[in-house]
């Protein structure tokens, strides 16, 4: 008779470690739905606010602008001088107005409810540490717990990967060895399906420790007002990457090819972007100017102020080095700029001038002679005035 090569107290063990990994799993997507969903309501509220205050703007004349024979000067009378006035006012009181009647006034109310929902699905939210409305502030502190959460939660999910489909069956067939008068009377077949099944859960199990990443799970809290805004102020870039990610289509920056041919579009979207060593976070719009300039070579990037050109300019110039595409990058400022272009390379790069492998900035001042003797070093940065 085979020999039991474990005890109930060891079955229990393995069982309870399994039982608290896949809960802790469980859990983990479920509250990462939930986030998701949380983020995506708050968008829906804040693209509704915002698209009805673009209807307010939209004149009635537009719901007959498909010529539907709508009489909007009859209702301009009556007090509804715009899209947004159709939308709010109760279709009786439309209906009830002399010249309008019940089909002209349901007409119209399909007509202003189909331009305010395509206004409302394509309305592009803007947020800024300066709009700190109800509406906004709900959307970031989501976001920010999303964010803050996205660490454990994503721990969770690389258990959940490890873990066997069929933990189920594996514990049923070791359950029959849970007591010696069980395991006396089991079939030789099935004691060797018992410890075939205990040895390859326990392995299987092995390093998977999920008791205090389940803590930490239950741990998470909603964040306050000022701990979302605060983290929106110091990363705004991972805010509007998650926002992309679930709503692009309030989002999402113009990403379609800016005008280029299909040839040149697919080309850049083509072209693999490799940002390792580079401390910083580009959004949708960003990684495809970084592209566009890696296949390019020549490039003028004329985004507006603010939409960080700086960013991409340091990795463009550090894809470059690490390739030896170029020995040494120019960077030419005004002079008030010198250093804050050093110091943005230094903190994108994640490097210090005189920590070892380093890049080195050198801020072309001085003297003339001082000046040439620094043009002549060999720097990977040299930062020059006009």
Avoid at 282 to 291: I, M, T
Wanted: proline content about 2%; hydrophobic content about 35%.
């Amino acid at each position: 008779m085979l020999k039991r090569e474990f005890f109930s107290s060891e079955i229990n063990t393995l069982v309870k470690r399994v039982n608290i990994a896949e809960r802790t799993a469980n859990e983990a997507y479920a509250l990462e739905r939930t986030m998701q969903d949380n983020i995506i309501g708050s968008v829906r509220q804040l693209s509704e606010k915002e698209s009805l205050e673009i209807l307010k703007t939209i004149p009635i004349e537009e719901i007959n602008a498909d010529k539907s024979g709508i009489r909007t000067g009859v209702l301009k009378e009556n007090g509804i001088g715009t899209v947004f006035d159709v939308v709010r006012t109760d279709i009786y009181r439309i209906a009830s107005i002399y010249g309008i009647g019940e089909n002209m006034a349901a007409k119209a109310k399909v007509i202003a409810q189909r331009i305010a929902g395509d206004i409302q699905r394509n309305a592009k939210i803007r947020l800024s540490a300066d709009n700190r409305t109800p509406e906004h502030t709900s959307l970031v502190k989501n976001v920010s717990g999303y964010i803050r959460a996205a660490g454990c939660i994503n721990r969770c999910k690389e258990i959940a990967a490890r873990l066997p489909a069929d933990s189920a069956v594996e514990i049923k067939k070791i359950r029959r060895a849970s007591n010696g008068i069980k395991w006396f009377f089991t079939s030789e077949k099935k004691k060797e399906e018992s410890i075939d099944s205990y040895n390859r859960l326990l392995g299987q199990m092995a390093g998977i420790d999920a008791g205090p990443l389940y803590d930490e799970l239950k741990r998470i809290r909603p964040v306050t007002d000022g701990e979302a805004w605060d983290d929106f102020s110091v990363n705004s870039v991972s805010f509007f990457n998650v926002l992309e990610e679930l709503v692009p289509e309030h989002f999402a920056s113009n990403n379609d090819g800016y005008g280029l041919s299909d040839e040149i579009k697919d080309e850049v979207q083509n072209t693999e972007l490799d940002l390792t060593g580079l401390k910083c976070q580009l959004r949708g719009y960003q990684v495809w100017g970084v592209k566009y300039v890696l296949r390019q070579g020549r490039v003028l990037l004329g985004y507006e102020m603010g939409l960080g050109k700086t960013v991409q300019a340091i990795c463009c110039a550090e894809i470059f080095l690490r390739e030896r595409l170029a020995e040494s990058v120019l960077i030419v400022c005004p002079n008030s700029l010198k250093y804050q272009w050093k110091s943005e390379i230094e903190r994108f790069t994640g490097t210090r001038g005189k920590e070892q492998g380093a890049r080195e900035v050198l801020i072309v001042e001085g003297y003339a002679s001082k000046r040439l003797e620094l043009y002549k070093a060999h720097a990977s940065y040299k930062i020059v005035s006009y």
